[in-house]
């Protein structure tokens, strides 16, 4: 089963479809025999079965007011291509006490999941206000979230056992559903945010963030609202 999965996640790697760090720690998992969660053989087979699915033929040539309508949209997304590739500059500014959970709707969730993999690859500190604790090591700033909430996640670890953090957040049925690796600072210190949102989130309950570094392992409890 691993050597097939293995063949597939290659494929997948060569196209270029799908998330490469997921999927790339997938390929380490099954070159090494380690376990592979159902989420991660779903998030697979999903990718595998949409690069190999059959082309419709054409039922009917599209009119000329359709052609036209179609040129003139991808005008209009040609020229937000500049304003996506603007380098994003983020200002801190000095932030008060109160809850900075956010709601995020709409439109907006694609300009949050940017953001969120911006801060999360590089490490910037993204300041929480309230902090839920289990340790040092591991850090949130809510007890609850609803859909695209923002999970705040921050920590300190010995920066002896390595540069990089393993993260991972396990839903209601004990399923990987988002995993990243974040640097750790000089100081010892990490953060990056998570959306509350997404394939494996569709059940309230109980759900799982995991932090590992090296010898140090933490994990944190939450509830999650659909």
Known sequence: MSDEILEDVKELLDAEV???KILQQIKRAAENNEAISNYERNYVAKLIQEIHKPIEPEVETPSETTTASISSQ???IATLVPELQTP???EH???DKTNTKVMIGGGAIAVAIIVAVIIGTNGIDVGPSTIIK???LLEIDQKSYNKKDIISISGKSKTSLGDTINLL???VDNELIWIDDIKIK???EYSTLAIAGGPGWEKSGVYTLKMKHGS???QITFNFQN
Do not use: A, D, W
């Open 18 to 20: 799908g998330s490469k």
């Open 74 to 76: 991808k005008e209009q």
């Open 88 to 90: 994003l500059i983020i």
């Open 93 to 95: 500014k000095p932030r």
């Open 134 to 136: 289990s340790s040092g």
């Open 169 to 171: 957040i396990e839903n």
């Open 186 to 188: 000089s100081s010892g």
């Open 216 to 218: 140090e392992e933490e």
